[in-house]
C-alpha cells in the first residue's frame, strides 16, 4: 500500500508509459485522473524533422552568446577565454549525451522537467521545472537586450540615427526602459501563437542567416589577427578562466531547447539523440572559432563594455561600414531566431507543468486552430518583456548559466537513475563509458556552479523561496497523481 507521508510525495514518480500516452493526448493514470491540459483529444502535433529539430539547437546556442558574451567574458579571462570556451563546451559535451540518451528514452516535452519526474520524483522535478523557467525566461530577456544594442548600430551606420537612448536599455541614470526589446519578445509570442510548423520554417532559415555571418566574421576578423592581442594570454589567472566559463554556459541552453520539442517530432527516438549531437558540434567548433578570431584581432581591455562587439571589430579592421553594417543585420535576423527558439522552449516546460497540475492547467490548454498553447505564450511575453525592459544584462547572463547547470546536472544523475529502474526502457541512444560519463558532466557541472557570482546565488535563492511556497501551496495538492490518489510511484517497466 502507498505511503502518504510528505517525504512520498515529494519521491513519487510519473510513470514513463504515461508520460509517452500523454503525447497522444491520452490519460494513462488510473480512474480519477483529470484529463491533462484541461481538454482531452488536443495534444502537440509531431512536425518537426531531422533538419529542423537540429536548427532549433544551432539556432539557440549559437546565438545564445556569442553575439555579446564576449563582451562580458573576456573582461573576466583575457584571452584565455578561449579555455573558457573549451571547458564550457566540453562540460556540453558530457551533458549532451546524457540529454540524447534521455530523449531517446522519454520522447516528451518538459525536457529535463519530464526526466527528472520520471526519475528523481516530484518534489526534485518542481525545482527543476523553475530552474528551467528561470533559466529560459532570464535567457530570452538577455538575448532580447543584446538584439536592441544591434538595431541601433544598424540604424546608425545604415541611416545615420539611434534609438533614443532613455529607450534603448535597462533602467540606470540615462535610461528608462528598452522599447526594441520589448517589441522583439512581442513580435516572436505573436508567430509562435500562429503555430509550431510555420515558426521553424522561418528559424531554419534565419539560422543560415547566422551561420554565414559568423563565418564573414571570422574570415574578416582572422584578416586583422595579430598574434600579440593573445599575450599575456592568462593575465587573470585560471580563476578567471572559471568564471568566464561559468558565465558564458547558459550559452549551451540551446541543447536543452532541442529537448523540449519531444512531443512535436518526428521519429524522437531517432531524431532527437541526432539533433543534439549534431547541434553541440556545430556549435562548439564557431564558438572558438569566434573567440580566436574576436580575441586576434582585437586587445582584450576593448572588449568591456562594448555594444554590439562583433560588428564595432569588424569596422575597426575594415576601416569601412557596410561590413559592420551587414553583420549588424545578420545579427539582427539572427537573434529574433534565438529568441523565438527560447521562448518556444520556455511555454513548452508550462505546457508540461500545467498538464501535470503542478501549476494551473490552463498553462496547458491548446487551441484547437493551431495547437499551440496561446495563453500561456502571452503570459511568458509578458515575463520575458519585463526582466528584458528592465533588468541589466551581465545579471541576467549568469543567472541564466546557473539554471542552466543545475537542469544539466539533474539530466545526467537521471540517466543513471533512469539505468538502474527500468534498465530494459527502450533507448535510441545510450550514453558511452556509463557510469563514469554522467559522473564527469555532473563534475563538471558543480565546478562550473562554483564560478558564478554572490549574486546569482542571491537571485537563486529568491527563485528557490518562490518554489517552495509555489510548490507547497499550490502544486502538491493539485498534482495529477494527488488527485488520482496516487501518492507514490515506484516503477515502470514499459514505455511503449
Known amino acids: 500500500m502507498a505511503s502518504n507521508t510528505l517525504g ?36 502537440l502535433r509531431r512536425s518537426i524533422g531531422l533538419w529542423q529539430l537540429s536548427s532549433i539547437g544551432i539556432g539557440a546556442t549559437i546565438g545564445t552568446g556569442i553575439f555579446f558574451v564576449l563582451n562580458t567574458a573576456v573582461p573576466s579571462a583575457g584571452p584565455a577565454v578561449i579555455l573558457s570556451f573549451v571547458i564550457a563546451a566540453v562540460t556540453a559535451g558530457l551533458t549532451a549525451l546524457c540529454y540524447a540518451e534521455m530523449a531517446s528514452a522519454i520522447p516528451v516535452s518538459g525536457s529535463s522537467y519530464s526526466y527528472a519526474y520520471a526519475t528523481l520524483g516530484e518534489g526534485v522535478a518542481f525545482g527543476v521545472g523553475i530552474c528551467l523557467l528561470m533559466e529560459y525566461g532570464v535567457s530570452a530577456s538577455a538575448i532580447a537586450v543584446t538584439w536592441a544594442e544591434y538595431l541601433n548600430k544598424f540604424f546608425d551606420l545604415a541611416f545615420g540615427f539611434t534609438i533614443p537612448e532613455e529607450l534603448s536599455g535597462a533602467p540606470d541614470s540615462t535610461h528608462w526602459f528598452n522599447l526594441p526589446a520589448l517589441l522583439l519578445v512581442a513580435m516572436v509570442c505573436v508567430l509562435l501563437i500562429r503555430g509550431v510548423s510555420e515558426s521553424v520554417k522561418v528559424n531554419a532559415v534565419m539560422v543560415a542567416i547566422k551561420i554565414l555571418i559568423l563565418l564573414m566574421f571570422i574570415g574578416v576578423a582572422l584578416t586583422g589577427f595579430h598574434s600579440g592581442n593573445l599575450s599575456p594570454f592568462m593575465p587573470l589567472g585560471f580563476s578567471g578562466v572559471q568564471i568566464a566559463a561559468s558565465s558564458i554556459f547558459f550559452s549551451f541552453i540551446g541543447l536543452d531547447a532541442v529537448s523540449t520539442a519531444g512531443e512535436e517530432v518526428k521519429n524522437p527516438r531517432r531524431t532527437l539523440p541526432m539533433a543534439i549531437i549534431i547541434s ?9 572559432l569566434v573567440a580566436l578570431a574576436g580575441i586576434g584581432a582585437q586587445p582584450w581591455q576593448k572588449f568591456d563594455g562594448q555594444e554590439a562587439g562583433l560588428a564595432q571589430i569588424l569596422q575597426d579592421i575594415t576601416g569601412q561600414s557596410w561590413p559592420a553594417m551587414v553583420f549588424a543585420f545578420g545579427a539582427i535576423v539572427s537573434i529574433f531566431s534565438i529568441t523565438l527558439v527560447v521562448i518556444y522552449g520556455q511555454t513548452r516546460i508550462l505546457y508540461s507543468m500545467g498538464r501535470d497540475g503542478m501549476l494551473p492547467k490552463r498553462f496547458a490548454q491548446l487551441s484547437p486552430r493551431t495547437g499551440t498553447p496561446i495563453w500561456n505564450t502571452i503570459v511568458v511575453g509578458l515575463g520575458v518583456g519585463a526582466l528584458a525592459a528592465f533588468i541589466p544584462l551581465r545579471v541576467l547572463a549568469d543567472i541564466t548559466s546557473l539554471g542552466t547547470l543545475i537542469a544539466f546536472s539533474v539530466v545526467s544523475i537521471g540517466v543513471i537513475v533512469l539505468r538502474r529502474t527500468q534498465p530494459d526502457l527502450p533507448r535510441g541512444f545510450k550514453v558511452p563509458g556509463y557510469p563514469v560519463v554522467p559522473l564527469i558532466s555532473v563534475g563538471f557541472c558543480i565546478y562550473l556552479i562554483t564560478g558564478l557570482h554572490a549574486d546569482t546565488f542571491r537571485a537563486g535563492a529568491i527563485a528557490l523561496a518562490v518554489a517552495l511556497v509555489v510548490y507547497f501551496g499550490y502544486s502538491i495538492r493539485h498534482s495529477r497523481l ?9 516503477s515502470d517497466s514499459s514505455a511503449d
Open 8 to 43: 512520498a510525495r515529494l519521491l513519487r514518480r510519473k510513470p514513463v508509459s504515461t508520460l509517452i500516452a500523454e503525447t497522444e493526448g491520452k490519460n494513462s493514470l488510473p480512474a480519477g485522473a483529470p484529463e491533462e491540459g484541461g481538454r482531452s483529444g488536443i495534444h
Open 482 to 490: 494527488e488527485q488520482a490518489g496516487q501518492p507514490s510511484v515506484s
Open 280 to 288: 553541440l558540434v556545430v556549435v562548439t567548433l564557431l564558438y572558438i
